[in-house]
């Protein structure tokens, strides 16, 4: 017997999509508008998936 674990679709994808996030960002934003950042790159991780 094999079990397939799934998770909801809570439309996650599509809401980074409208709101212009993606896999790596500028550092800073006003909340409409990615603002143009030097300096090194910092990694961020999410707790639960470890992504």
Partial sequence: MS?????????????LKKLGIKEINHGASTGTKWLNTTGEM???YSLPTGN
């Fill in 42 to 44: 910092i990694k961020s």
């Fill in 3 to 15: 079990t397939t674990l799934t998770t909801p679709d809570f439309g996650i994808t599509e809401s």
